[in-house]
């Protein structure tokens, strides 16, 4: 088990391609961390600077307490489980997982014993004998994750692990990597594009775009208090509705304007925040849980807080649906409410947002949370 630090790591490419840009992370003994962003964003390229794969352009790297920016892959005491599990397709599964301690001439009763500890802490005990092409894709995945505990390495990398599986095996394998992780406690870093497995895996997860950090904190911090529109874009399924408009201000507070058909009162929480933009143009977002079909219930009456839409089409998802709205000036948001709820396609429905679970950011597809303070306030 290490820490692993990066200090200003950077990745350049022929063409003067940064590829990797500043990146600055202390990764905690024993953490499980998450490297998260759509395709090119670095975190790849990242893992495989850590790995010894890629060559670093500029920075510091260290695992433990050694700067290893020119160790060999080999000698960096970690261990890499890839996306197209790299399984050597003439042996067994046994040679497969003995084959790297083999190398470096480990005793054989030693070799057995790690061999055959690591399949019965991943159940593949009755496989050892087969080879890989007898193998399901699960069962080669675990394969895969058993060569390297074999190694009993002071960090694990996987490069997208899952991407290969279907869906109800990559939720299976999911638990079973996290599993692993409470029992072994070895640091590890995992990279995926998949957002869902990013917050359900990680301590903390780094969301990336092209080569910079965008936020790195815990699942949960992220999900509720996105640094800026990409990462409360980018975390959440389905993604967070984003209204463009302007705040106003009014005899009883400040108000956001979408068009001339919705007018939405600020909730008091977040005047402070925004009380210097009065007159300029911001975007509230609205994750498609915090909409609600309005009830007309009279204890809520006046708040403020309610968006006109026309129900376009209803998706069921047991005991959830979600349902795509419109209005005149917004051509796609999703709400997903629950299932029981009475609200029928082709009409027009009032819909509430949780006056709690507003953001606030400014213009452009990066733009900042001007309210993250307050939000982490009111969460608190």
């Known amino acids: 088990m290490a820490r692993v630090l990066l200090e200003n790591i950077t990745k350049i490419y022929p063409g003067n391609v940064k590829a990797v840009d500043d990146f600055n992370l202390d990764i905690a003994d024993a953490e499980f961390m998450v490297f998260v962003g759509p395709s090119g964003c670095g975190k790849s390229t990242t ?3 850590i790995a010894g794969l890629e060559e670093i352009s500029g920075g510091t790297l260290k695992i433990g307490e050694r700067i290893v920016n020119d160790v060999p892959p080999k000698d960096r005491d970690i261990a890499m489980v890839f996306q197209n599990y790299a399984l050597y397709p003439h042996m067994s599964v046994y040679k497969n997982m003995a084959f790297g301690l083999k190398l ?7 070799i057995d014993k790690r061999v055959r500890d690591a399949a019965k802490i991943l159940g593949i005990e009755e496989l050892l ?3 890989p092409k007898a193998l399901s894709g699960g069962q080669r995945q675990r394969v895969a994750v058993g060569r390297a505990i074999v190694r009993d390495p002071a960090c694990f990398l996987f490069d997208e692990p899952l991407s290969n ?4 095996l990559r939720v299976e394998m999911r638990a ?3 599993r692993l992780h409470m029992d072994l406690k070895t640091t590890t870093i995992y990279v995926t594009h998949d957002q869902e497995e990013a917050m359900t895996l990680g301590d903390r997860v780094v969301v990336m775009k092209y080569g910079v950090i965008q936020q790195c904190d815990a699942p949960l911090q992220i999900y509720r208090h996105p640094k800026n529109r990409f990462v409360a874009g ?4 389905p993604p967070m509705n984003f209204f463009d408009g302007n705040l106003v201000r009014s005899d009883d507070g400040i108000y956001f304007e979408e068009g001339a058909n919705n007018r939405i009162k600020v909730p008091d929480w977040a005047n402070d925040s925004l009380a210097g933009k009065v007159g300029s143009p911001v975007v509230l977002g609205v994750r498609p849980e915090a909409l609600a079909p309005d009830t007309h219930d009279q204890r809520f009456a006046g708040e403020g807080n309610i968006l006109n839409v026309k129900v376009n089409v209803l998706e069921p998802l ?13 051509g796609h948001i999703v709400a997903r409410i629950d299932a029981t709820s009475k609200v029928t396609p082709d009409t027009e429905h009032p819909f509430r947002i949780d006056p709690s679970r ?3 950011f400014e213009p452009g597809e990066d733009g900042v949370n001007l309210t993250l303070e307050a939000e982490k306030a009111i969460h608190a």
């Not at 470096?104 to 030693?110: G, I, M, Y």
């Not at 599986?165 to 109800?168: G, I, P, R, T």
């Not at 047991?318 to 917004?330: C, Q, S």
């Open 47 to 49: 893992l495989r600077m």
């Open 104 to 110: 470096r001439k480990f005793p054989k009763a030693e």
């Open 129 to 131: 004998d087969r080879r």
């Open 165 to 168: 599986l279907d869906a109800k």
């Open 176 to 178: 079973e990597i996290k």
């Open 234 to 237: 980018f975390v959440g399924t």
């Open 318 to 330: 047991g005991d959830k649906m979600d349902v795509y709205l419109t209005t005149p000036d917004h």
């Open 358 to 360: 507003m953001h606030f």
